[in-house]
């Protein structure tokens, strides 16, 4: 079946670093792929998404570009700040299915 | 502002008891899911509803029973739990349940059972 994998964490950083989360995937078919964030004590929001190869979804200075030849999607930001400091999910869903795989998040913690 | 509201925020709930988790939605959409999260895990999809009619259920226990009564609401009803039923329970709502689109997500309900 589908299935995400991210790597693991918990990654600490001081604010103003540079960030990567990697991700990787394995799908039949053309997935769509997410980043989901989590903060404390919230639910899931969506950071960005891209539904095709090449594809780069951006927000809130955060950036992952869906790679189909290395089936990946991982996540960067230039410069971290406290605030976001949260738990990370990247996220498959398959053409004509109704769910959502996540990977097994990637808790961020970045320090003043 | 959370477009995706549940209620309660917080339940205890012994393993005899009979309660009810509630999501509403007013953004249109027609999918609502149930999600379970356990602490430091991913979202588990429980059941999902695509125009007020049961899509998927992920072999989930007949204890949990969901109700969906209008395209705005959805209802998981909950009786004879298990302590290991413990965990975050999060409705998301979407345009459709085609998961290409976003699913926007409630800030939980946050259940122990003793």
């Known amino acids: 079946g589908d299935s995400v994998t991210q790597m693991e964490g918990p990654v600490t950083l001081s604010e103003e670093a540079f960030l990567t989360i990697n991700c990787t995937y394995t799908a039949t078919g053309y997935p769509s792929l997410f980043w989901y964030v989590q903060y404390p004590g919230e639910g899931l929001q969506l950071l960005l998404k891209?539904?095709?190869?090449?594809d780069k979804g951006s927000n809130k200075g955060f950036e992952a570009t869906y790679r189909k030849e290395t089936t990946s999607f991982h996540l960067e930001k230039g410069s971290v700040q406290v605030s976001d400091s949260a738990v990370y999910f990247c996220?498959?869903?398959?053409?004509?299915?109704?769910?959502?795989?996540f990977g097994q998040g990637t808790r961020l913690t970045i320090n003043p | 502002d959370t477009e995706v509201t549940q209620t309660p925020k917080h339940l205890v709930m012994g393993m005899t008891n009979k309660k009810s988790l509630k999501c509403e939605q007013h953004?249109?959409?027609?999918?609502m899911y149930w999600y379970k999260q356990k602490a430091k895990k991913p979202p588990e999809l429980m059941f999902v509803y695509s125009y007020e009619k049961l899509s998927i259920n992920e072999s989930v226990p007949s204890r949990f029973s969901p109700e969906c009564p209008n395209s705005s609401l959805l209802n998981l009803h909950l009786h004879a739990l298990q302590p290991e039923d413990s965990a975050l329970y999060l409705c998301?709502?979407?345009?459709?349940?085609?998961?290409?689109?976003?699913?926007?997500f409630g800030p939980g309900t946050r259940l122990t059972v003793t």
């Open positions: 998301a709502s979407s345009p459709t349940s085609d998961p290409s689109y976003e699913q926007y």
């Open positions: 953004l249109g959409h027609n999918a």
């Open positions: 996220a498959l869903s398959e053409q004509g299915a109704q769910k959502l795989v």
């Open positions: 891209a539904t095709k190869a090449d």
